[in-house]
Nanobody, 125 residues
Framework: QVLVAESGGGLVQAGDSLRLSCTASGASFYTYTMAWFRQAPGKEREFVAA????????HYGASVKGRFAISRDNDKNTLYLQMNSLKPDDTAVYFC??????????????????WGQGTQVTVSS
């Protein structure tokens, strides 16, 4: 069992920045593939970003590429999502997701077995 918890959401204005954090339990944190997804009201869950420990690669959804950056601190068991140049369309609940090891389906939500409760990000225009 892996416990996952997000933090850092809030209300910001368009153009602002925000950093989300996600902590995950377990001594094998450094082996986890971890991702951020988001879901806006009335919309399907959308892939945002992921980091794969197996090859230290990062992956981004088209709508956030160039604005968001994913990183992790294995010593703190924490994953981050730095969000810059925020837009009203970024408003959503942001979820952190975790799986053990490699997956070829890094952008697919059902590839992840552990999820946090989500943190709300609201961007006003």
């Amino acid at each position: 069992q892996v416990l996952v918890a997000e933090s850092g959401g809030g209300l910001v204005q368009a153009g602002d920045s925000l950093r989300l954090s996600c902590t995950a339990s377990g001594a094998s944190f450094y082996t986890y593939t971890m991702a951020w997804f988001r879901q806006a009201p009335g919309k399907e869950r959308e892939f945002v970003a992921a980091h794969m420990s197996t090859d230290d690669s990062s992956h981004y959804g088209a709508s956030v590429k160039g604005r968001f950056a994913i990183s992790r601190d294995n010593d703190k068991n924490t994953l981050y999502l730095q969000m810059n140049s925020l837009k009203p369309d970024d408003t959503a609940v942001y979820f952190c997701a975790v799986r053990f090891g490699y997956t070829a389906r890094v952008t697919i939500d059902d590839a992840y077995g552990y999820w946090g409760q989500g943190t709300q990000v609201t961007v006003s225009s």
